[in-house]
């Protein structure tokens, strides 16, 4: 009888409180997410789809004319043209694309993959990191030539490594036929500069 009796008012208390219980331990989670997310997380003025547009490009290695540091601006297109200095006084055309359906947002930045062609007949392709305060790209990693890329994202949340999956050509694949061989990478940040984990875990 006080068995039956005991485990009744238990089943009761646990009736009575559980939810109240489940709620507050909720809580603290999504309050303590916020928080962490809050502590290094740079909010944007608007939608990341309004903000891509205007992010600033500085393709790789380039300069204009007058020998300044090549900018464009990504447009709503998100691909275009633009001239960079062959030297000489003289000027070449490239083209570029921002593959805003792989940009992701992450605490401090933007991270997009960006292809370039200066003139021949292969794309370039960069993952690239923007500054969210100024929308200006600051960093680059070359994935590689006609690489076909699958997927931008975190494996975790906006403060994790980014991880990149494409495919590109193996060692036997004729440069006519497509990629054919998947490739995953993850990079951070380090000391400002787009970097491959695994190299950089075998630095320590």
């Excluded at 070449?92 to 960006?114: C, M, P, S, W």
């Excluded at 890329?149 to 050509?169: H, I, L």
Aim: net charge neutral; charged share 25%.
């Amino acid at each position: 009888m006080f068995n039956q009796r005991t485990h009744q008012i238990f089943q009761n208390l646990f009736n009575t409180f559980a939810p109240i219980s489940f709620l507050l331990v909720f809580a603290i989670v999504v309050v303590g997410c916020k928080q962490n997310r809050s502590d290094n997380f740079v909010k944007l003025g608007e939608p990341l789809k309004d903000v891509l547009p205007k992010i600033t490009l500085i393709p790789p290695d380039e300069k204009d004319l007058e020998g300044k540091t090549l900018e464009i601006t990504v447009g709503s297109e998100f691909k275009g043209e633009g001239d960079y200095s062959i030297g000489g006084g003289e000027t070449h055309k490239f083209r570029y694309t921002f593959l805003d359906q792989h940009a992701v947002e992450g605490n401090k930045y933007i991270y997009a993959v960006v292809s370039y062609n200066w003139g021949g007949s292969g794309s370039f392709y960069y993952l690239t990191a923007i500054d969210k305060t100024t929308l200006k790209s600051v960093s680059q990693f070359f994935l590689g030539d006609r690489v076909k890329v699958e997927s931008v994202g975190f494996k975790m949340d906006p403060s994790a490594p980014v991880s990149v999956s494409f495919k590109e050509r193996g060692t036997e694949t004729p440069m006519a036929a497509p990629p054919d061989k998947l490739v995953e990478m993850d990079f951070v940040m380090h000391e400002n500069q787009l970097t491959d984990v695994k190299s950089l875990d075998k630095k320590k």
